[in-house]
């Protein structure tokens, strides 16, 4: 049974850079027609999709923070990341980490499985 | 990128049914049939429920039903049950390659 686990910082300052990382377990990061993105939902808000990527490397990035995303992967890991630059308080969201299955490995819009979330505040 | 546009609440009573509305363009919902809706009762991670407007992932019951007419995408419950008191959230994949999600919807069972 695939699972997704976040991890990463619950405190950054403003300014600096947040790290999060996603380890998969029970399947493989390298399967194709999956694709592992990013979502985040700011206390007591909507979600919010900051960027999906394929094993392979080709990224999807939310226009609106395009400029500050960063999504890689580490096959050897099983893992894949996020790093947002230049952060503010309007970034302190739950951040998390999801799969995204299409059997014509074309699209990444509907997630199946999602990991558990993690709180990211920004504040100094 | 705009939000898809939600109703910010609805309610029914158990055993009734509820639809909730998500809005797009022409650039989103009313070219793509790929429409997803989740579920979300507080203090949880969303759960996929609707996938490609109309098709539910395994497990999900079938009194939940998707359906789209132009730029416009429904997720109808029948026969409400206490357990589906939650936030439910569209999206959207769109003509830039993106993912929009909806402002989402309150569901409350009276």
């Known amino acids: 049974q695939l699972q997704l686990q976040e991890s990463g910082p619950g405190l950054v300052k403003p300014s600096e850079t947040l790290s999060l990382t996603c380890t998969v377990s029970g399947g493989s990061i390298s399967s194709s027609s999956y694709y592992w993105g990013w979502i985040r939902q700011p206390p007591g808000k909507g979600l919010e999709w900051i960027g999906s990527?394929?094993?392979?490397?080709?990224?999807y990035y939310n226009p609106s923070l395009k400029s500050r995303v960063t999504i890689s992967v580490d096959t050897s890991k099983n893992q894949f990341s996020l790093k947002l630059s230049s952060v503010t308080a309007a970034d302190t969201a739950v951040y998390y980490c999801a799969r995204s299955y299409d059997s014509s490995g074309y699209y990444y819009d509907a997630f199946d499985i999602w990991g558990q979330g993690t709180m990211v505040t920004v504040s100094s | 990128q705009s939000a898809l546009t939600q109703p910010p609440s609805v309610s029914g009573s158990p055993g009734q049914s509820v639809t909730i509305s998500c809005t797009g363009t022409?650039?989103?919902?009313?070219?793509?049939?790929?429409v997803s809706w989740y579920q979300q009762p507080p203090g949880t991670a969303p759960k996929l429920m609707i996938y490609e407007v109309s098709n539910r992932p395994s497990g999900v019951p079938d009194r939940f039903s998707g359906s789209k007419s132009g730029n416009t995408a429904s997720l109808t419950i029948s026969g409400l049950q206490a357990e589906d008191e939650a936030d439910y959230y569209c999206s959207s994949y769109t003509s830039s390659r993106d993912v929009v999600f909806g402002g989402g919807t309150k569901l409350t069972v009276l």
């Open positions: 022409s650039s989103d919902v009313g070219s793509y049939n790929r």
């Open positions: 990527m394929y094993y392979s490397g080709s990224t």
